[in-house]
């Protein structure tokens, strides 16, 4: 373990092995860090913040942070954190807003400068969040996604698995998974086939997503008409149609045009 003799590091923080304080940082007294975590020179960690192993906070983020929300009462609501988390220098990530209640991140995301991450977030693993984006509260977001520069995600929006979000939109409803969406506000603009392909899909799996894509935005049907269209798609038991139709089901502010 490694403390510069700078930092704070509140009675009540449990830090495991192999921790790395810098200069001026400060640790909270509900703090928890995992093994090999790292917060560099005037990093800030605190409040009901719970990290795993091999997270990296660099200079001036602020991670755990009270949330925005005005409607906060009081009490002690909190943030867990996986593995092997990047957050660089300026980023934020706020607390959940009621007593008990966590904004929860995944393992191996990448939250780049400036980058704010809002109460009671879900988000799930190996996000890529460009420089001075945001998500709003409640936003909800799965697996291996990239959310672009500047980005604006409102509250209570979900961005499905395997999305891109380009560079400056604004995105104010949600993105089904494997789709690229784009715009002011954000539309749907096709499949995000390089990321697939990054990712391991087959040209079968692609063509599949695409047939997805065509029932859903170009075929000239209504939303209830283009999931009754897929549910009874010849592959609807394949995990990608069945990704769809779930998050389709659990929609509560409509999937963006």
Known sequence: MSIHPTAIIEQGAQLDEDVSIGAYAY???????????VVQHHATVEGRTEMGRE???FPYAYIGAKTH???????NPGLKIGDRNVFREYTNVHLATNDAEDTILGSDNVIL?????AHDCIIGDRLVMSSHSA??????????VVVGWGVGVHQFCRIGS???????????QDVPPFMIADGNPAEVRTVNKVGLERRGFTAEDIELVR???RTLYRDGLNRSQALEKLKAHPKVDSPHVQAVLSFAASSERGFAS
Request: glycine share 18%.
């Open 162 to 172: 395997h999305v891109m979000v380009g560079a400056c939109s604004k995105l104010v």
């Open 27 to 37: 640790i909270g007294a509900e703090v928890k860090l995992g093994a090999g975590t």
């Open 211 to 213: 047939a997805i894509y």
């Open 135 to 144: 998500l709003g509260g409640h936003v909800v977001v799965g697996d291996q």
């Open 69 to 75: 929300d005005l409607k906060f009462q009081g009490g």
């Open 113 to 117: 400068a400036y980058s704010h991450i």
């Open 55 to 57: 997270n990296e906070i």
